[in-house]
């Protein structure tokens, strides 16, 4: 069966700092993998996705995410944050088409610091 | 651009009652799916279908029944609401092949008390 962990509730980061949220996967075959962000009281927007090829992978609002096969990994990376990106971050894995659907991580929640 | 229509936005419903949470996308995206949000757990499957007059159950499917007469429209129904299933409830739709990105609509926040 297809999981996914986010091993960090809450991650607390200051305005300008870098960023890495981490997210580890189990999942049969090759994965395809998604981080989307969640504004409070929003739906889910995907930031960006893997599915083959190079390994890391450039999404929206300046986000990057790197896909290690060998450590079964998809950490999401933002060079510096703004407060703009105070949100909940949920990492997934599968094939949307497929029979499990996508599965999720239970989200970090990123807070940021003036 | 539509994609992805939930409605309504908000609910209150007392333990018992019956409602549809209705879900439309403009896509012509095969599949369809029901996820349930709620607080530590993430997003989990509750219901899906791969085309129209084809469901299945996913994770939680429980208390729920949906249908799929058309390519569009795909509701969730709860028969006889409980208060666990008072949630945050998310439609998606995607390709089934190719890159099979999931469109999400805006959720249906139900509370059953």
């Known amino acids: 069966a297809q999981s996914v962990t986010q091993p960090d509730i809450h991650i607390t980061v200051s305005e300008g700092a870098s960023l890495e949220l981490r997210c580890n996967y189990s999942?049969?075959?090759?994965?395809?993998l998604f981080w989307y962000v969640q504004s409070p009281g929003q739906g889910l927007q995907l930031l960006l996705k893997?599915?083959?090829?190079?390994?890391l992978v450039q999404g929206i609002k300046g986000f990057e995410a790197e896909f290690k096969r060998s450590q079964s990994s998809f950490n999401l990376r933002k060079p510096s944050v703004h407060w703009s990106d105070a949100a909940e971050y949920f990492c997934a894995v599968g094939a949307p088409g497929g029979a499990d659907g996508l599965t999720f991580g239970k989200g970090t929640h990123l807070i940021i610091q003036p | 651009n539509a994609g992805v229509t939930q409605t309504p936005k908000f609910q209150v419903l007392k333990t018992g009652q019956s409602m549809t949470l209705q879900c439309a996308q403009d896509m012509n995206h095969e599949y369809m799916s029901w996820y349930r949000q709620d607080p530590g757990m993430g997003l989990r499957l509750i219901h899906y279908?791969?085309?129209?007059?084809?469901?299945d159950q996913g994770e939680v499917p429980n208390g729920y029944n949906v249908s799929r007469s058309t390519t569009e429209d795909f509701p969730l129904r709860l028969l006889s609401a409980a208060p666990s299933q008072t949630s945050v409830y998310f439609c998606?739709?995607?390709?089934?092949?190719?890159?099979?990105?999931?469109?999400f609509g805006q959720g249906t926040r139900l509370t059953v008390v």
């Open positions: 998606a739709s995607s390709y089934v092949a190719g890159e099979p990105e999931a469109f």
């Open positions: 893997y599915f083959s090829g190079d390994t």
């Open positions: 999942y049969g075959a090759t994965p395809y």
């Open positions: 279908s791969v085309g129209a007059g084809i469901t």
